[in-house]
């Protein structure tokens, strides 16, 4: 529909059954009549442009209100003497009138600020528009002004173009409209660097050139295999954009050689599981790059985006990326949210909110029974930024902070020396405490007094922003380093106190000069002096604090036990139960020690464990049942190098997020076992992070790769993994 055909929009709208025709219509009419004489800057009619916008809004499959929007939104800014918002909220209705407006008011004049501001004018820019239609209708406005470009000054193209690449471009991503995006970063890029994007278009021509027959001969093979599997499916041979080739190129610094993933291949198909089972087709037609494949259908990017992603060797040894996905997780790549309510508008309109969509979710307001379109695209109503909020400096200029943020926070994102000299605050003109919460939109004035000493302990205590928490923490520990050491020496005497021993100054001085030298201090005051000012809590000296004062001041006490004699269960467990550890293993009594997880093994919470110190760096840490380790005990030049370890009750509680193990699942073979393992294993909500296949007659031996929380979890994965019909046998393998 390039050429921008009002009756043909008509037909289409008309032949889909699901708009409004006749208001549709009207809104075109009324449109024409107020924009009748008025010619673009390419000589053209005006209407022309509502009606390409009204297109691209169609084609974004959003409703009638936002194609009557798309058609108006241009008529109250140009044309006020005819028509006003008023007017539009009687013929049309509120929600249309609310589009246009929101529309107009997001034309933001766009000056050439530093980086920071142009990130505040994007959140800025969505926050301001609260119904998600407004901010289609806009990208549309900015697509078809981009497309025709050509007519305006060059000043004009490179400002237009950089706030493209800088505003628009990112928010069509972030609502994960690929089809818009990747457009508007094409034609931005041509303007912005016209030469390198010819560069780039005539390597990609020639290249594409040569390599016909090598993307129509993998493209044949594909098909012939999908076909005798009986899957319905549609092929796309596709290359990459010339945008994010650029990007590669420089942001990589490679040449176009370079680039490898240069083609892809992409099939399209009717269901969930019918991606799976390409995927095994795909895979046993080719060899695969290790690392390369992505499963979004089970694990959505933020944005919505679903799709399997792998890479595969074709002949000639050219690697080239295969995505599979669903028409429906297409749709949703290409046009977003839009496409996502429109398919799930049906028989699944309650399921539209999907638990893999939490995001959305979390963005919507409550509408539980959404069955009605108009009322779901109503709940879009959003606040992206509920965390944050923008205020204004007195010149007018932007500042961003996280929500609850008070005058103190602003002053220290100014900077640092507004806020070590700050006084007093004004809101709006008027004085305020310095701890008001600040509201979005409120003018903030900073009181400052070159006399001041500086800022107040207490404001630790009411500061949001970890920028103003630093900089005042910055402040005491650069100013006040004498009386920092003191507080430091009274609080840890506060601690040691509690130990119940008698002990001298000199003593504990002694034990801190020991601490700050295992800690990697200078000297003993640099310790009592990052205490003093907060930036080190007395918590995080943990056990090693104690063990210090029981060399020095408690000499005989039993001494700890050595490696490699490993200790009890029982006296292992009450070990972690008198500590707090932030990390998930404790080595030779000593936490927090760099340490990672044989790949032969790959131990999880509830095993029993035991490290090995490498050569390198760090702890490696094996089940103790690990084969390498049974071997290497035997090895008398190693026996030192074996230290004890367990985890820690933080680990054993879940606090990691997961920990990867791997299966090894012995399959009977049939095209869908691949794909019900991976559906089992997504409906146990279990991240699978790799996925390899052997195969051995009509057994397939699949290792998989998934992330766990702990034994007992694995347990179970492996217990229901196994009540799958096809599924011989499942053990704990290795990677
Ligand atoms: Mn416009």
């Known amino acids: 529909m390039e050429a921008y055909d009002v009756n043909e929009l008509f037909a289409r709208c008309d032949a889909s059954g699901s708009y409004d025709i006749d208001k549709i ?4 009419h009324l449109a024409e009549d107020l924009h009748r004489g008025q010619k673009r800057i390419s000589g053209e009619d005006y209407i022309i442009h509502p009606i390409a916008v009204a297109q691209i809004v169609y084609e974004c499959q959003l409703d009638t209100n936002s194609i009557c929007a798309a058609f108006l939104h241009d008529t109250v800014e140009d044309c006020p003497d005819r028509i006003t ?69 060059p000043e004009k193209q490179r400002s237009i173009a950089l706030e493209t690449m800088h505003v628009y471009a990112p928010i069509a991503h972030r609502l994960g409209i690929q089809r818009i995006k990747q457009e508007l970063e094409t034609l931005a890029l041509s303007y912005l660097d016209p030469i390198g994007f010819q560069e780039i278009r005539k390597d990609t021509d020639k290249r594409y050139g040569e390599s016909k027959d090598f993307l129509a001969e993998a493209t044949r093979k594909v098909a012939e295999s999908l076909n005798a599997y009986g899957i319905r499916y549609k092929l796309e041979g596709r290359v990459k954009s010339i945008y994010s080739i650029y990007k590669k190129m420089y942001n990589q610094n490679k040449s176009f050689d370079e680039i490898y993933d240069f083609y892809a291949l992409r099939i399209l198909v009717d269901t969930e599981l019918d991606c799976y089972t390409v995927l095994g087709v795909i895979h046993e037609m080719f060899n695969s790059m290790p690392g390369r494949f992505k499963d979004y259908i089970s694990t959505p990017k933020q944005n919505l ?30 046009y977003g949210l839009a496409a996502h309510w429109k398919y799930k508008s049906g028989e699944q309109a309650n399921q539209a909110l999907d638990e893999k969509l939490q995001w959305i979710r979390a963005l919507l307001e409550t509408d539980a029974d959404g069955s009605d379109p108009d009322e779901f695209l109503h709940s879009l109503k959003i606040d992206l930024f509920e965390d944050e909020i923008f205020v204004f400096t007195p010149k007018g200029d932007v500042v961003s902070l996280p929500a609850g943020s008070t005058p103190i926070d602003f002053a220290y994102a100014i900077h640092s020396a507004v ?23 409120q003018i903030v004035e900073v009181l400052t007094n070159p006399n ?35 507080f430091g020496k009274q609080a840890i005497d506060r601690e040691l106190r509690r130990y119940g021993h008698r002990y001298t100054d000199q003593q504990r001085d002694q034990i801190m000069a020991n601490l700050a030298l295992r800690m990697g201090y200078a000297e003993g005051d640099d310790l009592y002096n990052s205490i003093g000012f907060g930036g080190m809590e007395i918590v995080k000296l943990g056990t090693k604090l104690r063990e210090e004062f029981n060399r020095l001041v408690v000499p005989e006490q039993e001494p700890k036990a050595k490696a490699p004699a490993l200790k009890t269960e029982n006296s292992e467990r009450e070990d972690r139960k008198a500590r707090k550890s ?13 340490v990672k997880f044989a790949k032969c093994c790959s131990p999880l919470p509830g095993d029993r464990i035991i490290g090995f110190i490498t ?53 009977t073979y049939t095209p869908s076992v691949i794909a019900e393992i991976s559906i089992a294993l997504r409906d146990m909500k279990v991240e699978i992070t790799s996925f390899s296949t052997k195969e051995n007659d009509d057994v397939i031996i699949m290792t998989v790769g998934v992330r766990c929380n702990d034994t007992d979890h694995l347990a179970s994965i492996i217990g229901s993994l196994k009540k799958l019909q096809a599924v011989r046998d499942v053990t704990r393998g290795n990677a």
């Not at 528009?129 to 497309?147: E, G, P, T, Y």
């Not at 806020?419 to 939109?441: E, Y």
């Open 615 to 667: 050569k390198g760096y760090g702890i490696s840490i094996h089940k103790y049942d690990c084969i390498n380790v049974q071997n290497g005990l035997k090895r008398p030049e190693d026996r030192d190098r074996w230290v004890t370890a367990s985890w820690t009750i933080r680990a054993e509680k879940r606090a990691f997020g997961g920990f990867e193990a791997y299966l090894n699942v012995y399959a």
């Open 85 to 153: 918002l008023a007017e539009i909220r009687t013929q049309f209705g509120k929600d249309v009138a609310d589009i246009v407006d929101g529309v107009t008011k997001l034309n933001i004049p766009f000056e050439t600020k530093q980086e920071a501001s142009i990130r505040n004018l994007r959140k800025m820019f969505l926050a301001m528009s609260k119904d998600l239609r407004v901010i289609f209708v806009k990208l549309a406005d900015r697509l078809h002004n981009m497309r025709t470009l050509s007519v305006r000054t």
């Open 452 to 486: 001041s000493k500086g800022p107040s302990r207490d404001w630790l205590s009411f500061v949001r922003s970890s920028e103003a928490r630093s900089k005042i923490k910055m402040f005491f520990k650069r100013e006040m380093r004498t009386e920092n050491i003191e």
């Open 25 to 28: 219509k009207r809104a075109y």
């Open 305 to 334: 985006y679903r799709s399997l992603h792998t890479t595969v060797i074709g002949s000639e040894g050219i690697p080239f990326e295969v995505q599979i996905r669903t028409w429906e997780m297409h749709a949703v790549a290409e």
């Open 582 to 594: 932030s990390e998930s293993v404790i080595v030779d009594n000593v936490e927090g020690c760099a």
């Open 419 to 441: 806020g070590n000299k700050m006084v007093g605050a004004k809101l709006n003109g008027n004085i305020v405490p310095i701890d008001t919460v600040l509201q979005t939109g």
